[in-house]
């Protein structure tokens, strides 16, 4: 009695290797709906390898630091520099040793759909994490680069354990703890992935709950950047108490009002 091909479907799904010889066994079935089938488990594999590799990247730093008897490692990341209203916000993530957690990256290559999803994994495995927020008053006081960087420092502080080391996104912060600063780190490292992924999904629900006390700018949708939307917004009804001042086209606005 012939197998079904669904049934063939749900055999396949044991392979875990392309070298499975379950593959070699159906690979006779001359049934195109077989072969579609083992087509596309050898893709899931494929795609499992590919991820588990890419995962196994972005361990490089943190498996360096194993490698010297350091652990506790916090990943630090920031969202929300370029945007004309709303605070900037950063993370710091300290996960356990050699953490993997499918689908996470650099924020801005995870789909908008699983930020959430992402993000719930990263809160659910991470030993501690930490959120700095500061606001646009502070950000046009001492400029957008220093903000950041108290922002970092606050993240810091909000964590329950103390890092050994920091990895940190493009910065170099005045702390009493060993740093290594890394350019473009959201996609060499796994703990700042971590942070920016959190910063974001914090950042984004902000923004969302600002839209509701500010209508007309679209804050959901854009998160503060300068918008097609924004833009219009701001030419229909001004800036807000969010809005950043030393930020053009604000900044012009100020100066007229």
Not at 168 to 193: C, F, N, R, V, Y
Request: aromatic share 6%; proline share 4%; glycine share 6%.
């Amino acid at each position: 009695k012939m197998t079904t091909i669904k049934a063939v479907g749900e055999l396949l799904q044991a392979a875990q290797t392309l070298s499975d010889p379950l593959f070699d066994e159906w690979s006779q079935d001359t049934r195109q709906g077989v072969q579609k089938l083992i087509a596309k488990r050898q893709r899931e594999i494929q795609a499992a390898l590919d991820e588990a590799a890419r995962l196994e990247t972005l361990l490089a730093y943190e498996r360096e630091l194993y490698a010297q008897n350091i652990s506790l490692i916090a990943g630090i990341d920031e969202v929300g520099r370029g945007p004309l209203a709303g605070p900037v916000v950063t993370a710091a993530v300290i996960l356990p040793e050699n953490c993997q957690i499918p689908g996470l990256n650099d924020s801005k290559q995870i789909p908008k759909a699983q930020h959430q999803a992402v993000y719930d994994r990263v809160m659910a495995e991470a030993l501690a994490v930490g959120i700095g927020i500061i606001d646009n008053h502070v950000i046009d006081q001492v400029n957008i680069y220093e903000a950041t960087k108290l922002a970092m420092l606050q993240a810091i502080e909000h964590l329950e354990l103390k890092p050994e080391h920091l990895l940190i996104d493009a910065m170099s912060l005045e702390i009493d703890i060993p740093q290594t600063s890394l350019i473009k780190g959201d996609a060499k490292s796994i703990s700042i992935a971590a942070a920016s992924i959190v910063a974001k999904v914090t950042r984004d629900q902000m923004m969302t709950e600002y839209d509701q006390t500010y209508p007309g700018y679209d804050f959901t949708h854009n998160a503060g950047y300068g918008t097609k939307k924004h833009l219009e917004g701001l030419a229909k009804q001004g800036f807000t108490d969010i809005h950043r001042q030393s930020f053009e086209p604000i900044k012009s606005m100020v100066g007229r009002g």
